[in-house]
């Protein structure tokens, strides 16, 4: 099993910055972590949850929706089995609950798809406001 929680989500003014935090811990992440996709997704309220990043913990791909490429970047602390979104120049529409989620062995095109994680965080809420 694994287990993922979000952490630093909050209030900001658009324009400003937050970094999200998603804590890994489980048998199953700690002995096959490299084999591990890992992806931010976010749900805006009467919207459905949209992907907007992952990455492989190995560090080779990395993968950005284009709503937030050249502003988000993903990156993780192996020592600290954690994944961050540093979001900047955030945007009011970016209001939601931002999701961290996993995947063993996830096939490059499926990076995107919801249906293809197991793991979920409980999620963390960004509210951005103009």
């Known amino acids: 099993q694994v287990q993922l929680v979000e952490s630093g989500g909050g209030l900001a003014q658009a324009g400003d910055s937050l970094r999200l935090s998603c804590a890994a811990s489980?048998?199953?992440?700690?002995?096959?972590?490299?084999?591990?996709?890992v992806a931010w997704f976010r749900q805006a309220p009467g919207k459905e949850r949209e992907f907007v990043s992952g990455m492989r913990w190995s560090r080779s791909h990395t993968w950005y929706a284009d709503s937030v490429k050249d502003r988000f970047t993903i990156s993780r602390d192996s020592d600290k089995n954690t994944v961050y979104l540093q979001m900047n120049r955030l945007k009011p529409e970016e209001t939601a609950v931002y999701y961290c989620a996993a995947s063993r062995s996830l096939i490059q095109s499926r990076v995107r798809a919801e249906d293809a994680y197991n793991y979920w965080g409980q999620g963390t809420q960004v509210t951005v406001s103009s």
């Open positions: 489980g048998r199953t992440f700690s002995d096959y972590a490299m084999h591990y996709v």
